[in-house]
């Protein structure tokens, strides 16, 4: 399949048939932040479909088509797929964007050129609550090499938020680790 050239086209909304077992939820919030988003930048990601015309992935973006009372959007057929190719695909489709992280230094610095431009960030999807604690957010990841604990107090608060797996993660390495608490749960954090 590498190398397969699909083709866009452009199909009645109406025509499109979502996907029964669609294990993907949509809130009302995020279709309306992905509506918002195709009137910023166009409908940029088409819908992918099999030859019956049931949508592989673009669940969202036809909701959010069908809000914004679009008559046609892009399609890609997906072709030479088994049925359970594309039972499988529905899932990856949206599970491997989830498995992506952020580079927090470096989307801070994205967001803070974008509201310098007075660009409305809240087409970007993230809550004010997330974008509040990025720009609190402190990189050391070029000042590692130079930071000294002895520069620390005796007792020091550090507050982070973690998803589960995050923190099993960390819990596991600061229990392997030998050092100080301080220096293990930096390390822990790649710090």
Known sequence: MPGVKHKISYLNVKDLIPYVNNSRTHSDDQINQIAASINEFGFTNP????DKKNIVAGHGRV???????????PTIELKGLTKAQIKAYVIADNQL?????????TLKLELEHL????FDIDLLGFDSGFIDNLFEFVDYSDKNKELDMDDFDDWMELKFKFSSDQYEAVKSALSKLGDSPEIALLSALGL
Do not use: C, R, S, T
């Open 47 to 50: 819908i992918l479909i099999d």
């Open 63 to 73: 909701l959010a088509a069908n809000k914004l009372d679009l008559d046609k959007v």
């Open 97 to 105: 964007a989830l498995n992506a992280g952020w580079d927090l230094g």
């Open 115 to 118: 509201q310098e431009v007075e």
